[in-house]
């Protein structure tokens, strides 16, 4: 059973990927997570608190998923996972990725989305070892190109065209991180 802090964190972050950062207000949560009023200002008391445990909740969110996949060692089986994340994070979790990107966009205060850039430190240190794996240190050295790649076409997504399509795109990102520059 959900604690009421867990309710109003996941109500919070709902309300800020379908309405905008401006939309998080402790009355707003209560009444989106079906809490009595005053029940998040418990949790939160100010606006930056209940701010920084959102971006918090969406990190640890994050890491409580399960961590990565299966060990990646073709070029195919990286596109097929990069694929599956993105539909993923573009389809049931869509709130949630655009609630992280609001965030990263509106967040003034550049110690509060700590936690969201250590989430990305980890997962592009992670994109660099499979990288470096199946292409070598230079394909390696690629792998921010490959995840601003990505970002786009998530991005894409989320904001014009829920269903565009992601195979041939990331096949080719993959391929020009895995083997360099077409000549």
Known sequence: M?????R???AAV???GTEGVRALTHARVDAAAGLPPGSTSN?????????AGV???IAESERAEGGFPAPIETEQGLV???VTAMEIESGPRAAR????YALFLEAVDDEA???LRHQRRIFEEWTRSLLEAIGGPAAAERAPMLMAACDGLLLHRITVDPDAPLAASVALAVAAAVHGPAA
């Open 43 to 51: 949790h939160f008391r100010t606006r930056a608190a209940l701010l």
């Open 97 to 100: 990725t655009r609630a992280r």
């Open 80 to 82: 097929d996972m990069l």
């Open 14 to 16: 709902d309300l800020v």
């Open 2 to 6: 959900s604690t009421t802090r867990d």
């Open 55 to 57: 971006i918090d909740w």
């Open 113 to 115: 989305v700590t936690p």
């Open 8 to 10: 109003a964190l996941d």
